[in-house]
């Protein structure tokens, strides 16, 4: 059980698994996806830290299929926000 307040920090390494890799549609659904949480989220590719919730910084990270992201969550809801990116992810974003 959590405390109220308490933050959580949590990190993962999650891969590309759709054909077409990190395009347009992809990083919509995982920027609408992180931001139905309050935990910040942060995508890193290779050294490139950016913020999930924005739609222009996860274009930037230009991940083609078997990428591998480090996906870095930080607060009180980050253990449901964590799952539900995972979920994204294994689910090819929906494209396949």
Known sequence: MMLKGEIKELT???EIKN??????RPA???VKT???YISD?????EGL???GKSILSV?????????????YVKGPDAEEALAAIE??????????
């Not at 274009?59 to 996906?71: D, E, Q, R």
């Open 12 to 14: 993962k390494t999650l």
């Open 19 to 24: 054909k077409l890799g990190m395009h347009a």
């Open 28 to 30: 919509a659904l995982l």
């Open 34 to 36: 992180c931001g139905q």
């Open 41 to 45: 989220v942060i995508f890193e590719k």
């Open 49 to 51: 830290q950016v913020n």
């Open 59 to 71: 274009m930037t990270l230009a991940a083609p299929f078997g990428s591998k992201i480090i996906v």
């Open 87 to 96: 979920k994204v992810f294994e689910s090819k974003f929906n494209e396949e």
